[in-house]
């Protein structure tokens, strides 16, 4: 994929595009970059236009300035869809990428095709005690990588991913994560509850590993509540990474979801 350096913010995006008229938007995980994405990449590349974004502190996105915030991602992806002349796109998110996803949607829901979240929350609707614990669980991360990268990259990928060949390239991937970009995600919660969940003008995908952590699924369950319309997918022998566990049953999942959002737009 072409990388290009956004004129006006410090994010890189990447580019592939096959002449269809239709586009994907991919959002990574925390710790990562877009390459968690690669198995994807491959599938769809001659079925879609595809752009991906390194987060803000992630990947190539790191050249920041005093200012940056990850809550204006969805502010430079709006403006990198202008730049591309792109007026609707699917868009997917994993993990942090989910709660980005989610945020866009909120702010700009005329540019989105569909919405597709895993290993996410409903960050409308978040309840108080359940933010609390993932505030905690995260501190205890970042402490770890506070002493060693290597050690926090060594307990992250049991946690983000199942199995062993998703886990070691996780790590890969986390094992270059700066440790001056964990203040960029001081102000996630600053994206939760700030917004009410209006009605929807394209179908919602949510889901998650069979396999994530306990509180993953309760959130997944209480997502469904609150939005009875969206589709649930749990994947077999998957962790919090989908994607990357099972990247084959992830794939045709998303290729059916998109073609069903295709066609409700005839």
Known sequence: MKPIKSADSPITYFVSRSGQAEWL???HAAF???NMFKAQFAYFENQYNILAVDILGHGQSTDTQKGDTIERMSEWMFDI??????DKIHIVGVSLGAVLAQ?????????VSSLACFGGYDINNFDAKMKNENSAKQQ???LKALFSVKWFAKANKK???YTQEAQNEFYAMNILFPKK???FLATLNRMVNKYKTGHREYPLLIGCGKLDIPMELEAVKAWKSSEPDCTVVLFENAGHCVNMDVPQEFNKTMEEFWKGASQQDE
């Open 140 to 142: 205890r991360m970042m």
């Open 103 to 111: 945020d866009f949607a909120n702010r700009y829901p005329h540019a």
């Open 181 to 183: 970009s964990f203040m």
């Open 32 to 34: 990562v970059n877009h």
């Open 81 to 86: 869809l202008k730049t591309e002349k792109i």
């Open 25 to 27: 938007l991919f959002i």
């Open 159 to 161: 946690i983000s991913a």
